[in-house]
Each structure stands twice: as structure tokens, then as C-alpha cells.
């Protein structure tokens, strides 16, 4: 970080990258240590239990590799995840449950679009 290159020459990818590298090779190792110091202290953790930092938001690849995956995530054939879910690891609200006008309006669209491309018009 303090070898840093100077602001007219840095790129998003390149802070970003920057970033990732500070949390894993300069936080991480001492994030571990006081984990391990706070889960060793009887005066501070309870039977056996065990303290763990939550880094995974600091760690998340880049938006467009995010795109990337969830696009493939979400795949109708192959994917493995709901837009729930996917909201969930973004750390979004879940979505407002649509109302009955909208619901009859996508099912009204969704016939519309079936008899228009069945006719091959």
C-alpha cells in the first residue's frame, strides 16, 4: 500500500486488485491471531466456543467476475441458485412480493408472447 503507483496511472481493476491483496497477505494473518487469542480466553468466550472474522465481503472478486458467475448461477438449465439467493450473498434486501395486478400482467405478457411466437409472426 505504501508503494502504491501514483493516482494517473491506477485503474479500477488495479485498486481493486490492491485491495485484495492488503486483505489477504496484511489482515488476514492478524485477523487470525486475535480470533485465535479471543477464542482461547476463557473470560471472553463461553464453553468451547470459537471467534471467527467475517471477511468474505472483502474477498468478493471483482463486479464484473460477480456478473459473470451469477449469470451462470442463475442459468434456467444449469444453474444452482435462486435470485434469492443471490441477493442474500450480495447483502440485499429479498425482493417485495409483486402484487396480483402484476402477477396477472406478466401471466397476460408471457401468453401474449407464446400465441405471437407460435404463429411465427
Partial sequence: M?????????T??????????FVRFSLT???????????SDRDLTFDRQYV????????????AGRAAFYR????PIHGWLTRAEVRELEDMPPEPE?????V??????N???????GNGS
Avoid: C, G, K
Fill in 29 to 39: 494473518p492478524w485477523l487470525r491471531r486475535v480470533e485465535l487469542a479471543v477464542s
Fill in 111 to 117: 401468453v401474449m408472447e407464446a400465441s405471437t411466437n
Fill in 104 to 109: 396477472m400482467a406478466r401471466a397476460i405478457n
Fill in 72 to 75: 451462470e448461477a442463475l442459468d
Fill in 52 to 63: 471467527q472474522f467475517s471477511i468474505d465481503a472483502l474477498l468478493r472478486p471483482d463486479s
Fill in 2 to 10: 505504501i508503494a502504491a503507483p501514483s493516482s494517473d496511472s491506477m
Fill in 98 to 102: 409483486p402484487s396480483p395486478a402484476a
Fill in 12 to 21: 479500477y481493476a488495479t485498486v481493486e486488485q490492491q485491495s485484495l491483496d
